[in-house]
């Protein structure tokens, strides 16, 4: 694998050696900056499967109701509420019929979630190799039923060259890449194995819109302050320390002496920004939204039945407004889509959650197709056409000026 890459997620199956004098522990294969997402180790029967992420994305595990072994998923945060399913999935070549069964159980389940993940990326080990991926087609039942299983689901599986190889034996395609948008793929490199697995490694781009810690702010947080040393730091001759100063130097040492023992004994937290929606709400909808605030407020204060219903009421209430209007919104957008259709494209791509950027490019050279498919042979292409459609103009041609003529101003003109 190249040392240079620094990926965000790292996905690994068969961690585990078949034959091992020891037991490998968890903490053993931890990565520093990262957190581990660990499965299937000992005392449970397998390979085992470690999913790395990084910890500035601050995942969160997510469990199944499966006795399926073999798998790990986590949750990752987007922008505009948006969420990751990461998950990485090993199916051994031994797999009985019920383990397929389960693993096209949890499959399912995991495309049903789609309303709530709005990207969702398994990668693994599958071992299906009689699978043809160009035209999604086999010969053996179980195959079938797992490529039926895709397609009920919606899942693009994009990997397409082979990704194992051994000696005396046919490269297979078994190691895959699920997504339930084939744009949020971009560049999948095909690396040599680590160690001395059999299996390529996988590199790739996956597009999304990460929550940077940029978009965090820091203040102190006093209910975990220590006051009592803070109290003994700021315990000092303060008549000695302000002699001889002026208003405004004193004003200086007090605030450079308050800020040292707060850093030192206050210890600091991390706050969100707050968002606001994009799609101001009317009148009529922030009135029965605050209207479902006091019934909720009220409930809380009370536990009884009777204000328990007026919050049910004012939650649906303030549920049904918002959706009509942001139909109605929608419905003049689709009737002024002819007359103002940049107002439509612009509402069409704010709900996308992937950007298709430049396709392929084909170009003509020396009686042969070029087709670009990488950025720089797209730049290249540009920027030949656009060259040669550019228009130069001769600096030292003053002709133009010469049918010119200058009026002399009037004496009556006031300028």
């Known amino acids: 694998m190249n040392n240079e890459v620094n990926p965000d997620i790292i996905m690994v199956t068969e961690v585990l050696p078949k034959n091992s004098r020891y037991i490998v522990n968890k903490s053993e294969l931890a990565l520093e900056g ?32 499966t006795i399926l072994k073999e798998f790990t998923c986590a949750k990752i945060n987007l922008m505009n509420n948006d969420k990751l399913l990461v998950g990485c999935i090993y199916k051994s070549p031994s797999s009985t019929e019920e383990n397929h069964r389960l693993l096209n159980e949890l499959l399912l389940k995991i495309s049903n979630l789609e309303e709530k993940y709005t990207h969702i990326l398994l990668t693994g080990d599958f071992n299906f190799p009689s699978i043809n991926w160009e035209t999604w087609s086999t010969k053996d039942s179980i195959s079938e039923n797992f490529l039926e299983c895709i397609r009920d689901c919606f899942f693009q599986q994009m990997v397409d060259q082979p990704t194992r190889y051994r000696i005396n034996q046919e490269p297979s395609l078994l190691d895959l890449v699920l997504v339930n948008d084939k744009d949020f793929i971009n560049n999948i490199e095909y690396q040599e194995p680590v160690g001395h697995s ?58 450079d002496r308050l800020q040292i023992a707060m850093n030192n004994h206050i210890p600091k937290k991390k706050v969100s920004k707050k968002k606001f929606n994009k799609e101001p709400l009317s009148v009529e909808a922030r009135r029965v939204i605050r209207k479902k605030h006091r019934a909720w407020e009220k409930y809380s204060n009370k536990r009884d039945n009777d204000s328990y219903r007026e919050y049910t ?23 002024s889509a002819k007359t103002n259709c940049k107002n439509f494209w612009s509402y069409i791509n704010s709900k996308r959650k992937s950007k ?5 490019l084909h170009d003509k050279r020396d009686g042969k197709t070029f087709i670009a498919s990488n950025d720089t042979d797209k730049a290249e292409i540009l920027a030949e056409f656009f060259t040669s459609v550019f228009t ?24």
Not at 55 to 61: C, H, I, S, T
Not at 313 to 335: F, G, L, P, Q, W
Not at 392 to 415: A, H, N, Q
Request: hydrophobic share 30%; glycine share 2%.
């Open 34 to 65: 990262y957190d581990i997402f660990p499965e299937n180790f000992p005392p449970n029967n397998g390979r085992g499967i470690i999913m790395y992420i990084k910890q500035e994305l601050q995942a969160v595990e997510i469990t199944f109701n």
């Open 198 to 255: 059999d299996h390529n490694v996988l590199v790739f781009e996956y597009k999304c819109y990460i929550k940077q810690e940029v978009s965090k702010s820091e203040k102190f947080n006093y209910f975990k302050a220590d006051f009592e040393m803070l109290r003994q730091d700021l315990n000092v001759n303060w008549e000695e320390l302000l002699t001889d100063k002026n208003t405004e130097e004193k004003v200086s040492a007090f605030m």
């Open 313 to 335: 009421k004012a939650r649906n209430k303030a549920k049904s407004t918002v959706i009509r209007e942001r139909k109605n919104r929608e419905k003049d957008i689709a009737e």
């Open 356 to 360: 298709s950027g430049i396709s392929e």
């Open 392 to 415: 130069k103009e001769d600096d030292e041609d003053e002709t133009f000026l010469k049918d010119i003529k200058y009026d002399e101003p009037s004496s009556d003109e006031v300028f």
